[in-house]
């Protein structure tokens, strides 16, 4: 099994910055799927930007050209890097990396953006 442990979550003001890491506990060799999501209070968890083997990347559209993910194969870790941060962008992000037997999840990380 693979753990996913995430880091980089906190408290900011509206408009800084967070990069948030996702580091694998050993290889995933045919990643599938990967991406980050997120679950604001009293809402159900969302797809935050993903991306499919073959596929590009999908990012939902409140995120669109301030949040970026990407990957270091080499260390084995998914990064979010978010900018220009919003008070709706509070929430609870979690990565997630899917091959073709499982379906691995980060513990979650707590991202809160004040105004």
């Known amino acids: 099994q693979v753990q996913l442990v995430q880091s980089g979550g906190g408290s900011v003001q509206a408009g800084e910055s967070l990069t948030l890491s996702c580091t694998a506990s050993r290889k995933i060799f045919t990643i599938v799927h990967m991406g980050w999501y997120r679950q604001s209070a009293g809402r159900q968890r969302e797809l935050v930007v993903g991306?499919?083997?073959?596929?590009?990347?999908m990012y939902a559209d409140s995120v669109k050209g301030r949040f970026t993910m990407s990957r270091d194969n080499d260390k084995n870790t998914l990064y979010l890097q978010m900018t220009q941060l919003k008070p709706e962008d509070t929430a609870v992000y979690y990565c997630?990396?899917?091959?073709?037997?499982?379906?691995?999840w980060g513990q979650g990380t707590q991202v809160t953006v004040s105004s």
């Open positions: 991306r499919t083997m073959g596929n590009r990347t």
């Open positions: 997630n990396h899917r091959d073709r037997e499982y379906d691995y």
